[in-house]
């Protein structure tokens, strides 16, 4: 859904989530141009932490699915799951007005994977030491 929106419904959700965020921890009125030069500062890491979560949460999906198939590589199957899937959504950003495809979301969107993944695992020997 997120890789479907044109340039300018994207900017504005992350300009509205950076917006709705620094109106909790600031104590002022937010003027426009304050508005404007919190937007400037943190759209990146915005966007990219949103990629991370994102993607984070598909690994989660993935390697929960790919279990109940009993498959070897269970690793590695589910990040490559991950990485062909972030591959080609930054394909279709090729194709929506005003955005653009990056290899460098690519990496990240893997790198969200593979951190969910992990933490799948985590929580699962997690679960499983308290029942011991």
Known sequence: MFSSQNAKESTSLSDGVIIKVASVFVDDALTEDKKEELT???VVITRKSAHFLVYLVLGVLVINLITEFNVKHLILLSLMVCLFYAATDEFHQLFVSGRSGEVTDVILDTF???VGICSYFGFKKLIKNKKQ
């Open 40 to 42: 400037n500062k943190y």
């Open 112 to 114: 969200g994977s593979f």
